[in-house]
């Protein structure tokens, strides 16, 4: 089945961690360019960080960069994103996207929820 299912969301206090996971399954995981995107309450979707899987080439926003890693298990072709140093304003629904060039294939994951509050 090809999808991505997003794990590891929840409650935690300013300051904190978070790591999530993205499994990826059907496509060829070596091939693809992995992002995760946020999308706060009633707020546009934005990019949070992205690899590209095969050359291990990482980007970052400038909101998150020092604070968020994006890394991969190939073995397991699963993304992940730790979050450290957790602010109120990083709380959002953050969704895994995978892009395939060829065969041409995007895929979106259910989206998990971040809450960062006292």
């Known amino acids: 089945q090809v999808q991505l299912v997003e794990s590891g969301g929840g409650l935690v206090q300013p300051g904190g961690s978070l790591r999530l996971s993205c499994a990826a399954s059907?496509?060829?995981?070596?091939?693809?360019?992995m992002r995760w995107y946020r999308q706060p309450l009633g707020k546009e979707r934005e990019l949070v960080a992205a690899?590209?899987?095969?050359?291990?080439?990482?980007n970052y926003a400038d909101s998150v960069k020092g604070r968020f890693t994006i890394s991969r298990d190939s073995a397991k072709n699963t993304v992940y994103l730790q979050m450290n140093s957790l602010k109120p304003e990083d709380t959002a629904v953050y969704y895994c996207?995978?892009?395939?060039?060829?065969?041409?294939?995007?895929?979106w994951g259910q989206g998990t929820l971040v809450t960062v509050s006292e």
């Open positions: 690899i590209i899987i095969a050359w291990d080439s990482i």
């Open positions: 059907g496509f060829t995981f070596s091939s693809a360019v």
């Open positions: 996207n995978a892009v395939v060039r060829v065969p041409h294939l995007e895929l």
